[in-house]
């Protein structure tokens, strides 16, 4: 819960566009909200930010105390974020800087805002930076109009998801591999940006599985009983995905990746088993959602 001087802030912040007086005025705030690490609960608290390019940087300085905020507890547990910044509110990943990016960004945060040394030298704990990327200007949201178009634009960004986490591996085990060529140390355990986009992915998975097992599957085998074996072939598929989840999400409980080799096996098990499974859900029942409106009509 926010006390009640940050609700106020929250509360002035949404009524005008971002734009917080008091002892606020003239400073660069957003709001970050994350969703609790135990209780699962939305959490949101107005934080300062340097802008540096695309991307947003805040600082877990919880004003110079011994411990992190509980919003950096938070991401590390659930990565998807949700910020506003004035009018704009987008949803994000968030990625605590590390090694000598983070000792870059903070210097960069400081020369910005001053006080964030004050709180570091306030504490014994390194504070943490942690990195909000802008979303792309670029990409407008395509307009969806059917069940198909939502299931396809969800397929698509676990595709892109796991694409990603794939590239970023490979990209590891290259520089260790050109490392040890040189005869330098392989850089350690495999990274935060790593551990955070395919928790995230994996988070993102088991929501869109728990939904389709708990109501798209249903309703649409009411509606085509005749199916019943593509839905329970469909069904088994999320079960045995959800076990290769369980093994990557394991690897990535603890703050590091702490077998790298591991991990490249699993995350190679899960791009086999859910690429089929996302091609055999798209030709068995896209065809059947092409006229089923979304969003949904309101009653
Ligand atoms: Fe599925
Ligand atoms: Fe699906």
Known sequence: ???????????????????????????????????????????????GHVRDGDRLLVVGSNLGAPHHPDWYHNLLARPTVQVELGEQQFQTLAVPAEGSTH??????????????????????????????????????APAITSLAGKLTEVHTWLRGQLAQVHAETEAHF?????????????????????????????????????????????????????????????????????AVQSALAALLAGVAIADPHRFRTELTQMTEQLTAHLDYEEAEILPLLADVPWPPASR
Do not use: W
Request: proline share 10%; hydrophobic share 40%; with cysteine.
């Open 1 to 47: 819960m926010p006390s009640a001087f940050q609700q106020s802030v929250i509360d002035e912040f949404r009524a005008n566009a971002g734009k917080v007086g008091g002892p606020f005025a003239g400073s660069d705030l957003l709001l970050l909200t994350t969703t609790g690490a135990r209780t699962g609960r939305p959490h949101t608290t107005p934080l």
């Open 174 to 242: 290259a520089a260790r591999a050109a490392q040890r060529g040189a005869g330098a140390p392989p850089p350690p355990g495999l990274g935060l940006q790593i551990r955070q986009r395919c928790l995230a992915f994996c988070q993102a998975l088991e929501f869109h599985h728990t939904s389709e097992d708990g109501h798209v599957f249903p309703v649409m085998e009411g509606y085509h009983p005749h199916l019943r074996p593509v839905f329970d072939r469909l069904r088994e598929e999320h079960r045995s995905i959800a």
């Open 103 to 140: 000792d870059e960004l903070f210097a960069r945060v400081v020369a910005e805002a001053p006080g964030y040394a004050e709180y570091q030298a306030a504490t014994g704990r390194v504070l943490p930076v942690v990195v909000l990327h802008l979303p792309d200007p670029q990409a407008p």
